[in-house]
């Protein structure tokens, strides 16, 4: 980070972000949480390919120049990584950019030593990170205030953000059931020819769609060697078969949760933060 931020002219304006992995307690983690963790750490690695839309996770490093700039952070914010980003951006406009530092950082996965704990605490994780959605509409205001930023950077800036936080709810409905929907509500569908063939070849999809666990397995076994956490030959069958439990676990532990958040966010109710445990 140091080597990044002295060759930047425009540190300055600059966050600075290393992906942190959910690998430290892999394997002392139940199987629910080693999938999400699993998933979780790939993505964040992808990101490091997105240096135009890149917005830092969790944990960064900035100047305090630019904190001060943009008043701190705000009070009333829980995720503020991508708020904070977005505090710099409408002020300074296309300076302000995530750069990506290619290191590995471990952090420890959601953990309680009881699985009802542990799953209750994760479920909650992601209940907060999906507070994230409120960015969207900070985002709107702002875009007003700002004529000094092209009105183009700013739609695409709104884009990314209400792509990725208004699928994160309802992906998991649009690949599962939406190709069967079509005929639910209108029966007379069914008896067309693309009635018929809708639902095969969504199916089709999705089974040609699920060659891509190989490649999360790989990539997770590769990645973990190089932060201490390697397979044995024996647990190779157990991380093969925990994907079969993928569906669920994501409808319970991701879209289920994001959809309580922004409904509670819609509907004002009461959001209460806390804290995730890791033992």
């Known amino acids: 980070m140091t080597h990044s931020y002295i ?3 425009d540190n300055i304006y600059h966050f600075y972000w290393a992906p942190v992995l959910l690998y430290n307690n892999f394997w002392r983690s139940p199987l629910f949480i080693r999938i999400q963790a699993t998933l979780s750490s790939i993505l964040r690695l992808s990101f490091l390919s997105q240096k135009d839309n890149l917005i830092q996770i969790s944990t960064y490093s900035v100047s ?3 904190i001060h700039e943009i008043n701190y952070w705000d009070v009333d914010i829980i995720p503020e ?3 904070v980003y977005l505090q710099a951006f409408y002020k300074f406009g296309e300076k302000v950019q ?4 290619y290191t590995l950082v471990g952090s420890d996965a959601v953990y309680t030593r009881n699985v009802i704990k542990t799953f209750r605490s994760r479920y909650e994780q992601e209940k907060r990170w999906a507070w994230g959605v ?3 509409g900070y985002a709107l205001r702002r875009s007003v205030t700002s004529p000094h930023i092209p009105f183009r950077i700013k739609l695409k800036k709104i884009i990314f953000l209400s792509k990725n936080h208004l699928l994160w ?8 059931i939406s190709a069967s929907l079509p005929a639910l509500v209108n029966p007379a569908f069914k008896n067309t020819v693309l009635g018929f063939l809708l639902p095969q070849l969504s199916g089709f999809i999705l089974t040609i769609s699920t060659s891509m666990i190989l490649i999360y397995l790989y990539i997770d076994i590769k990645v973990r060697k190089k932060m201490n956490s390697d397979t044995s030959i024996l647990a190779l069958p157990l991380m093969v078969i925990q994907w079969f439990f993928l569906p669920a676990i994501s409808f319970f532990l991701s879209a289920l949760p994001a959809l309580e958040s922004h409904t509670r966010i819609i509907l004002k109710k009461n959001i209460t933060y806390k804290v995730t445990e890791k033992v």
Do not use: A, G, Q
């Open 64 to 66: 305090l120049w630019l």
């Open 169 to 176: 709810p309802i992906s998991f409905f649009i690949l599962t």
């Open 134 to 136: 409120s960015d969207i």
């Open 81 to 83: 990584d991508w708020h």
């Open 98 to 101: 995530t750069i990506p530092l």
């Open 7 to 9: 060759h930047d002219k």
